[in-house]
């Protein structure tokens, strides 16, 4: 998985295959390497951050820390999604 930084001992990454058509661009996070079961937190057209699931169980004093990383880091992530899948829409 394209690890795209790293917050404490949280993985922010992008999964591999992200599914055709593509979906829009998000992140996946979890604790120590990637999973399957990770978090994903949409990043809006805005640059703000848009919980999907917290499917990793991450404690909320935790994600929204991660969650205002994001956000501050938006353009950093919009411009990897952009190098590694070519293409970029928003969910909202």
Do not use: D
């Not at 591999?16 to 593509?22: F, Q, R, S, Y």
């Amino acid at each position: 998985m394209p690890q795209i930084f790293k917050i404490g001992s949280f993985v922010v990454y992008f999964w591999i295959n992200e599914g055709m058509p593509l979906e829009p661009i998000h992140v996946h996070v979890s604790e120590g390497v990637p999973s399957e079961h990770s978090t994903k937190i949409w990043i809006t057209r805005s640059g703000r951050c848009l919980l999907c699931n917290n499917v990793s169980r991450i404690p909320n004093r935790k994600l929204r820390y991660i969650m205002e990383i994001i956000e501050a880091r938006n353009q950093e992530i919009t411009s990897k999604w952009l190098s590694y899948f070519g293409k970029i829409t928003y969910y909202c």
